[in-house]
């Protein structure tokens, strides 16, 4: 069941990815009717074999930590700064990076070989360090890594991070995020409510947060559970204006998480009715809009980690580009952790 589920984390990254790169430019709601038509091309398409959805930064980021994690059996921050930037320079466009993550590649490469692996990510935005959710993106290698050693997992979720991104936020939804898919990882369906879900999170920031005076993710969490647990399921503008669906950690981070328990709540859309609870919770998440490809690896992350890889069809991943590589980091991690 454990190896299910780093696949499902893995592969269901992938398609939330994926899929959700699809609508990434729009920064605007994605209707369930237009999710479920691509659900259809999907299912029907012979095009499905073909792998025509590319995969973005997140994917190529989040593997590269998961070989150098594989390859070195620890975390060794030089062989991740080198193989980031690498890939980076290696890349076609249809991966998308963020604007200012380039910067920190330039002067890692320039630097080479990679004396000083945090030095860059430091000085991005006049020293206050990006609070993109680049961090977070492809974190939850980390915690199928660190599956049963939490300590472990929030130390290599923020080294990880400082890679590129040295702001507060960025540093801690990397945490969360990671925390959110071991959770999954160690808790199964039926054996915990969404409440229950929430509130590990919520001990979790409240730590992480301590010395933060904003406390951003902790407010933003219980503005989660009061829309959960509303009578009326919000719409998809107010989501936007209380929590947000936008490029910053805090705002992607939270999304994805209420886009899960959403699900685990059993607050999902009629109309998402007919599919697997975990491509209900890639789908819900891609739907918020925003920054699409995002949310939807993030929380698909969380969702495979949770509810295993069975409700991935084969029709959504063989549509994926990247599928053997994820099943086989996977099952590596797995292997490495199982050690
Ligand atoms: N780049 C994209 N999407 C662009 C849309 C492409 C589209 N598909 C198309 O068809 O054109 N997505 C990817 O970028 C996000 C991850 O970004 P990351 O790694 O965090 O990058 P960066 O450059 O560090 O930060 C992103 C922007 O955030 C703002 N920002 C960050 N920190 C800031 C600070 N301290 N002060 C002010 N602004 C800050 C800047 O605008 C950065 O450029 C993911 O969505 C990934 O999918
Ligand atoms: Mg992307
Ligand atoms: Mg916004
Ligand atoms: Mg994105």
Redesign the pocket.
């Known amino acids: 069941m454990l190896l299910s589920k780093y696949k499902g984390s893995a592969l269901a990254a992938l398609a939330g990815?994926c899929i959700?790169?699809e609508y990434?430019?729009a920064w605007q709601p994605v209707a369930y009717q237009t999710l479920m038509e691509l659900e259809e091309i999907l299912k029907n398409s012979q095009a499905a074999s073909r792998r025509f959805l590319n995969y973005?930064?997140?994917t190529e980021?989040a593997h590269e930590l998961a070989k150098s994690l594989v390859e070195n059996g620890k975390f060794v921050a030089k062989d991740v700064a080198s193989k980031f930037t690498k890939t980076f320079f290696t890349s076609p466009p249809?991966?998308?990076?963020?604007?200012?993550?380039?910067?920190?590649f330039e002067k890692l490469q320039k630097a080479s070989p990679f004396s000083d692996p945090f030095g860059p990510a430091s000085e991005?935005?006049?020293g206050?360090?990006?609070?993109?959710?680049?961090?977070a993106?492809r974190v939850f290698p980390v915690a199928l890594f660190c599956h049963g050693n939490q300590e472990l997992l929030e130390k290599l979720a923020a080294l990880s991070a400082k890679l590129?991104?040295v702001?507060i936020d960025?540093i801690n939804g990397a945490k969360l995020q990671a925390s959110a898919v071991e959770i999954a990882l160690s808790s199964s369906d039926g054996s915990i409510s969404w409440l229950e879900f929430w509130q590990k999170l919520k001990d979790l920031i409240d730590k992480f947060e301590v010395d933060v005076p904003e406390k951003v993710y902790t407010n933003k969490l219980d503005t989660i559970k009061e829309l959960i647990a509303r009578e009326e399921v919000a719409s998809v503008h107010e989501f936007e204006d209380e929590v947000g669906t936008g490029?910053?950690?805090t705002e992607?981070v939270c999304a994805a998480i209420y886009a899960f328990l959403m699900c685990l709540a059993d607050r999902q859309p009629s109309e998402l009715s007919s599919l697997s609870k975990v491509q209900q919770v890639v789908f819900y998440s891609i739907s918020l809009g925003g920054?699409t490809?995002?949310i939807g690896?993030m929380a698909g992350a969380i969702a495979g980690a949770f509810y295993g890889d069975e409700g991935l069809p084969s029709y959504w991943l063989s549509a994926c580009e990247g599928e053997d590589m994820a099943r086989d980091l996977a099952t590596k991690l797995h292997e490495l952790n199982e050690k």
């Open positions: 990815d959700g790169a990434e430019a973005t930064d997140d980021m249809c991966r998308y990076y963020g604007e200012s993550v380039r910067t920190v991005q935005f006049d206050q360090g990006s609070y993109g959710n680049g961090s993106m590129t991104h702001h960025a490029i910053k950690a992607a920054d490809d995002t690896t």
